[in-house]
């Protein structure tokens, strides 16, 4: 997936972007070292004393630097795709400066790091650790995209697909180069089909000068206002500070801004349950190595067919005086017999004026679990939908998507898989964390 913006902007401009797709692998135990040649031209190009666009003899210099470093770990980066991109964006910024492949080298410069103890977002903290900084100023700002999940679950995916689903147990919300969400949802009542969110579990990854491998991990009854080693931002990185959680109503709602992939996260507690909402930028979304063993991301690529519930069927099969509920071959959940329709449309009326999927979502939820504190559930989805979505217009949704077969082709998705094993392989080196 291409993270380039066109070849009419400064070497500069285009860096920051570049580099932001070829940083994002952890080093590890690894033996090919183009994290170390990345850095080191990196470093030989940002700061006070950097090359500039007109510096062209410096910025070739640093350029054939960076490629003799390539060359020397070429052996042991064979199939690495952070090399294979690099050695690509460095042919194209000789090609754009007209760079010479003979000439002088430069030595790279040393980052100075923070002092020990330095809490403050410091200015001269890598661009790269600030996403909307690192496009040029000349280019389109980014796109954001949004995903939530919410109730007895409902899923809004990036592209605004909305969906009820059963998804009982461990499922990937999110999977890509830079994080991992996986929620585990467990039933609402003994033996009811009726599913909630009880656990969250998100995986920064280590981003280069930026952040340290950061995990957070959110409970029933436990929302914890920072990571799971007691810290609160990225570690002990220059750029540690664009990885920040904050407590916003403690027990309740957190928020986690990582300005280094331009993302905002608000995770909340609303009653035993938890909500997840997210905004992200396209670029971020997309930049999944391997599509095929990405089959349920489930924010990218929606629910598998055979998880999904048709709730607008089951809102019209419970709507009205002497209305039936479904029978039992209905994949609606079994609803327990606590709320009336009447009593749940009226519960949702007040928090929820506005008849669209959110107040759909709240009278099937308040039909299905009894818990009333699925009313405020989809009431701050929305809420957090206002807030974290980039076009304003799309904030009420009226029509649920149903996927039928050939649509996901269709869209330009590869078709879900079927079964929960295909998402579970790529996650099993994880099941430390998770379990």
């Known amino acids: 997936m291409g993270m380039g913006r066109g070849a009419g902007r400064s070497a500069l401009g285009f860096w920051p972007t570049l580099a932001f797709l070829l940083c994002s692998f952890p080093a590890a135990a690894s033996p090919c070292k183009i994290l170390k040649c990345n850095s080191e031209f990196w470093s030989a190009t940002s700061g006070s004393h950097a090359p500039t666009a007109d510096d062209t003899p410096e910025f070739c210099a640093a350029l054939r630097t960076y490629a003799l470093c390539t060359r020397r770990t070429a052996r042991t980066c064979r199939g690495d795709l952070a090399y294979h991109s690099a050695v690509h964006g460095i042919e194209d910024l000789m090609s754009q400066h007209n760079c010479s492949r003979d000439g002088?080298?430069?030595?790279?410069?040393?980052?100075?790091?923070?002092?020990?103890?330095?809490?403050?977002?410091?200015?001269?903290?890598?661009?790269?650790?600030?996403?909307?900084?690192?496009?040029?100023?000349?280019?389109?700002?980014?796109?954001?995209t949004h995903c939530g999940l919410f109730g007895?679950?409902?899923?809004?995916?990036?592209?605004?697909?909305?969906?009820?689903c059963k998804v009982q147990g461990a499922w990937p919300l999110i999977d890509n180069n830079y994080l991992n969400v996986q929620v585990t949802n467990t039933p609402v009542l003994p033996g009811s089909a009726a599913t909630a969110t009880s656990k969250l579990t998100i995986i920064f990854k280590n981003?280069?000068?930026c952040v340290d491998q950061k995990v957070y991990q959110a409970e029933m009854d436990e929302l914890p206002g920072a990571f799971v080693d007691g810290s609160k931002n990225g570690g002990d990185k220059h750029g540690a500070n664009s990885l920040k959680i904050t407590e916003k109503v403690s027990g309740q709602h957190v928020e986690i801004q990582a300005k280094y992939i331009g993302t905002t996260i608000v995770v909340r507690q609303v009653g035993r349950y938890l909500t997840f909402a997210v905004r992200m930028p396209e670029e971020v979304v997309n930049a999944v190595e391997d599509w095929d063993s990405q089959g349920l991301y489930l924010c990218l690529r929606g629910c598998p067919l055979n998880q999904q519930i048709d709730f607008q069927a089951f809102h019209a099969n419970t709507e009205g005086p002497g209305a039936r509920r479904p029978a039992a071959a209905s994949p609606a959940p079994t609803a327990p017999e606590t709320f009336p329709y009447e009593t749940a449309v009226a519960k949702c009326k007040e928090k929820l004026p506005v008849e669209d999927l959110y107040y759909q979502a709240c009278v099937f939820d308040l039909l299905t679990t009894g818990d009333v504190n699925f009313t405020l559930a989809a009431y701050y989805a929305l809420e957090d939908v206002k807030m974290l979505h980039s076009n304003k217009d799309k904030l009420h949704l009226y029509e649920r998507t149903q996927d039928l077969p050939g649509r996901a082709a269709a869209a330009g998705l590869p078709p879900a898989p079927q079964l929960l094993l295909g998402a579970l392989v790529p996650l099993l080196a994880l099941l430390p964390v998770f379990c």
């Open 104 to 144: 002088p080298t430069s030595q790279p410069r040393l980052r100075t790091l923070p002092p020990a103890g330095d809490s403050q977002e410091r200015s001269d903290s890598p661009e790269i650790c600030h996403y909307e900084k690192s496009f040029h100023k000349h280019a389109a700002a980014p796109n954001y």
């Open 207 to 209: 981003f280069q000068e």
């Open 152 to 164: 007895d679950p409902h899923l809004r995916t990036f592209t605004d697909r909305f969906q009820t």
